[in-house]
């Protein structure tokens, strides 16, 4: 990063994660995954009595490099190639009031930018209104969520620097129940890479680090009715970006109930999401040594559409396997994007598919995608991963090659790379925007990454 004040800034995630992890807290570092070591907690006296505080968190540094290409919009803003940087702290804290009342609290700072970024402010500003939805890339933001948790400390071109509340939740936890309110993640569906059923918050099929979710903010409740079975009600009040008002039309409701016959287990959802109605079924079982999931929705849209409705269907199996005396893990997914279209200049310009989008529920722009996975441990502490989607009707897609060392029980290296195959006009290879001769087209990268847990 050129501007002197980014590269300054770049160490108050580090010092501010390392003041309040060891000076503030004054507890020993934990918990490095959202299971905490009960016996790595302290107790404090307060009004409720006994409170028991666990802590923990985590310090990750990225470095990026992307070639955009000759023939895309970035030709706009410069295709030479670009460095980016991030460094991210997050510090964990759960405060437990006796048995069954406990409160999750996750503090974020991330500081990311460099040229890429600054490419992408250019070309925000040359095609205002074009490349926003979905293309562009973005810090969190919480204009659409009930409480605005977010905030920036430094933001320019070349770089933000912010911090926010990812979790912010109060439980109650019973026997037969548990309930929960305020800042959260939750995830419905049976997908590995793509899930149809996980209308809030999912991630995309490309995201390589899939650790937390962004929380929502939500009321959720989860009642056992027996022994295999439960019932799930979530509700998610947002409000409109334009006014800043919640808004019915903008908001979520959402049930779903779980049960198992045999071998076998089924989801039945039903929810008010935005505008729309969808109702959803999932399965999961087994194959021999290998297990298998299915998970279909169907989407009635609003009035303001010029569709009726949709169907999307996601199915897997994966299995694990030793060969060479080596360890693989592996799957196949089958996806079906019921508002696919094979005109992706025209599918921009779709209503509903733009505001998907724009809301991070949709990823992908065609119809049927075919998806692997395999994993190979070549060492105790050293993973090979190689992920590969493909757009069956083109075909065109991405391969996402990634290796990850455990350097120690607490730090972690990272590094692999994004690379997109397909001719033109397909939605990986590139296609144009008519009339205009802009190609669409993501930037081949390469990144390195590096985690402290604490």
Known sequence: MRNPVAKSLIIIPYLLILLLAFGIAGVPAVWAEDSIAPDKSTHLQGYFGDIEAEWGGYIKCRGVASWPDDESFYRFAGTEISYDGSAEGRLK???????????????????TGGDLRRKEKKLARLFAGVFEEGYIRHEVEDNRRL??????????????????????????????????????AVTWGNGLLFNPMDLFNPFAPTDIEREYKVGDDMASAQFSLGRSSDLQLLYVPRRDPSTGDMESDQSSLAGKIHFARGTTEFDIMAARHFEDDVVGVGFAG???????????????????????????????????????????????????????????????????????????????????????????????????????????????????????????????????????????DTEYGGFRIPPTDILIKSAVSAYMWLAYYF
Not at 93 to 108: I, K, S, V, W
Not at 150 to 164: E, F, G, P, Q
Not at 287 to 293: H, K
């Open 286 to 424: 087994y194959l021999g040594d290998a297990a298998w999931r299915l998970d279909a929705t169907w989407t009635l849209l609003d009035e303001k559409s010029d569709k009726n409705d949709f169907p999307s269907l996601a199915a897997n199996m994966d299995y694990s396997w030793v060969w060479q005396k080596k360890n693989f893990y592996g799957f196949l997914e089958l996806f079906y994007n019921g508002l696919g279209d094979d005109r992706y200049s025209n599918s921009l310009m779709d209503r509903d598919v733009a505001e998907r989008l724009d809301r991070g529920e949709l990823f992908t722009l065609g119809r049927w995608y075919l998806a692997g996975h395999v994993r190979m441990e070549v060492h105790p502490l050293v993973n090979l991963f190689v992920t590969v989607i493909n757009n069956c009707d083109d075909p065109s897609g991405i391969f996402q090659p990634r290796l990850a060392w455990d350097v120690t029980q607490d730090l972690q290296f990272t590094c692999g790379g994004n690379l997109f195959y397909g001719g033109q």
């Open 93 to 111: 804290n759960r405060l437990y009031f006796g048995e069954a009342l406990y409160l999750d609290t996750h503090y974020e700072m991330i500081l």
């Open 147 to 184: 409480m605005d948790l977010t905030k920036a400390i430094y933001d320019d071109d070349d770089c933000i620097l912010y911090h926010r509340l990812d979790r912010f939740s109060l439980t109650v936890q019973k026997k037969r129940f548990v309930v929960r309110l305020g800042r959260q």
